[in-house]
Structures are given as C-alpha cells and as structure tokens.
C-alpha cells in the first residue's frame, strides 16, 4: 500500500516532532569563575622600626657582634652598669622602679663598680697613653647607644628590672661571677629584635621577587642590591685609634632622684669654624644628584679591649 506523498510527509515532520517533544534538553554550563582574588600584604619592620635599618654582623657561630662581645670580669661589670644606666633614665614606663633599682645598686655595690672603673682606667692608660680618655670614651659610646635602642626598649625595661632585683640581692664576690651572665641577659632583648628585623628583610625579599616589586632592597652599603649579592661578611676589629666616632659624655654616676624627673638634654658639641667655601669653577659640570636615596646605615666599630695591666 502506497501513502500519497504529502501524507508520507506529514507524518514524517509530525514522528520528528514526537521525538523532539521527548528528548531531554541540554543544560547550559554556567562559564566558570576566574579565581579569587587573594589580597597580598607587604611586609612592614617589627615594633615599629625603620624600614631602612641594618642589623649588625655576625661571628663565624653565627652570633651578632655588639659592643658587648668577649666581656669578662670587671670589664663586663661595667658594661652591665652602662646598660642599667641606660635603663633608670630612659625606662619611663616602670614608673621609677629602675631609678630606685638602679640607686639600690649604686649603694649595695658602690665599692665594687669603682674598683671596676679604676681597673679598666689603669688598662686603658698602660695600653693607649695620652689617648686613654678618648679610646675609652669611644667604646662607651658604642655601648650606650647599642643599649638605647628604640624597639628594644620595653623588653630591655622588663629585663633591667629583673637583672637589678637579682644583683642587689648579691654580695661582692657573687656579682662578679654573675656579670658575665647579667650582661648576656640584658643583650638578649636587642638580639631577639635584631632576630625579627632579620626574619622580615628575608620575607620582605621573598614578598618583591612573588609580586613583581620594583622596588630593590638597597644593601648597607654601595646601595647594592641584595638580589644579586650575598650578605656582607662580617668586618675585622677597626684598627687601633682609627675609629672613626666622635667622644660623647657618658652619663653621670651619680644617684638619680627616685621621683619621675625631666632629663635634661645635652650639651650641644662645639663647632667648629667652618671652612672658607672656595668658588665653583665656571666651567666645572654639575653636581650628580641620584634619583633614589642611598641606605647608608652606620656600622658598629669595634675596639679591642686592653687586658688588666700587670701586677
């Protein structure tokens, strides 16, 4: 039997229709999301220190170098007595507890700080002669200032007020024995800073090489980058009378009045006249101005310490 045509057509488009009508239909795939956006923080100094700071050499044991190194005897007895005099003038937050600590000290243990003092006069006067004062001056400088460090100071606060509570409870012959001690001590507040301003110039590094910083880590000195160099090694002992630092005066030894008081400040040095300017040369180009400031972090000079003259 033969269906006419138009009718083969018909039923044709009506079975496509059918099997349209039950075919299950085709889910759209949403696109897919870029990927999160993760916000990316620059590293920023610990304590609220400069972002240009330089943290000191280090040994051979990988220990960093201070003023302080090698400190035995009377000699690390009175860098202990620098330190905590560092601390009963500027530890304001301890509401004159280390100036009542420090005085404490300065009456318990009185003959035993002067007896350390004239050693390392006696030392510095054999081994430098007319320049004793000076060299001697030059170190206690160093010492000073390494134990004023800003960022350090709450934990060195805290740390002074636990060694002085230990030392006035001394007698003579104990403190010396504990000086080595006392003075390791008191510098662990620095070192654990300097620890943590080490830790964040590695991941301030590490943060500029991810992200495409352009910024360079400018090295201590040269302006060299740290990308491409290592670390400096740590320097040699400055050389005998060629430290180049001016004298400071060392504060005073006597006893500090118990109740908070203003310090006042220090003299200003003397200067100098200054030099007559001699005229540019007209001809002469001028001067190089650099485009990016230069991080020229001041080192730590060291000095060798005299050993105790001969008896």
Same mark, same amino acid.
């Given at each position: ?15 496509? %229709? /059918? +099997?349209?009508?039950? $075919?299950? @239909? ?6 897919? @999301? ?33 003023? #302080? &190194? ?5 000699? $690390? ?9 560092? /601390? ?14 420090? #005085?404490? %000290?300065?009456? =318990?243990?009185?003959?035993? +700080? ?12 054999? &081994? ?13 400088? +160093?010492?000073? #200032?390494?134990?004023?460090? !800003?960022? /350090? ?14 030392? #006035? ?10 000086? !080595? ?31 495409? $910083? ?6 201590? *000195?040269?302006?060299?980058? +740290?990308?491409?160099?290592? @670390? ?7 050389? %005998?009378?060629? *430290? ?16 908070? /008081? ?19 040369? !007209?001809?002469?180009?001028? @001067? ?6 230069? =991080?020229? $972090?001041? &080192?730590?000079?060291?000095?060798? =310490? !005299? ?5």
């Amino acid at each position: 039997m033969f269906l006419p045509r138009s009718l083969s057509s018909r039923l044709s488009l009506l079975a496509l %229709m /059918a +099997l349209a009508a039950c $075919a299950t @239909p085709v889910k759209q795939v949403p696109p897919t @999301p870029p990927p999160a956006v993760v916000p990316t923080v620059m590293p920023t100094p610990p304590r609220y220190s400069a972002p240009d700071m330089v943290p000191p050499d280090k040994d051979e044991a990988g220990k960093f170098i201070t003023p #302080n &190194r090698d400190s035995q005897g009377d000699q $690390a007895l009175w860098h202990v007595r620098m330190g905590l005099n560092v /601390a009963a003038l500027a530890c304001t937050e301890t509401n004159g507890q280390t100036r009542i600590l420090y #005085n404490q %000290m300065l009456s =318990v243990h009185g003959a035993s +700080l002067k007896r350390a003092n004239d050693t390392l006069e006696a030392s510095y006067q054999q &081994r430098y002669g007319s320049s004793a004062i000076r060299m001697r001056e030059v170190l206690n400088t +160093l010492v000073y #200032n390494f134990f004023a460090l !800003p960022p /350090a100071q709450k934990a060195f606060c805290q740390k002074a007020v636990a060694t002085m509570t230990i030392i #006035n409870g001394l007698t003579p012959e104990a403190l010396a024995a504990y000086a !080595p001690k006392a003075l390791d001590e008191l510098e662990q507040p620095f070192r654990d800073f300097w620890a943590e301003y080490e830790d964040y110039l590695r991941r301030l590094e590490e943060w500029r090489k991810r992200f495409g $910083a352009t910024v360079k880590l400018v090295g201590p *000195v040269g302006g060299d980058d +740290l990308n491409d160099h290592e @670390p400096p090694a740590p320097t040699a002992p400055a050389p %005998m009378g060629q *430290v180049p630092a001016t004298p400071m005066q060392r504060p005073s030894d006597m006893i500090l009045p118990d109740a908070p /008081a203003s310090v006042p400040a220090p003299a200003a040095p003397a200067q100098s006249a200054p030099a007559p300017s001699v005229p540019a040369t !007209p001809s002469a180009p001028p @001067p190089v101005v650099p485009t990016q400031p230069q =991080v020229q $972090a001041p &080192r730590l000079p060291l000095q060798p =310490v !005299p050993a105790p003259p001969e008896t």
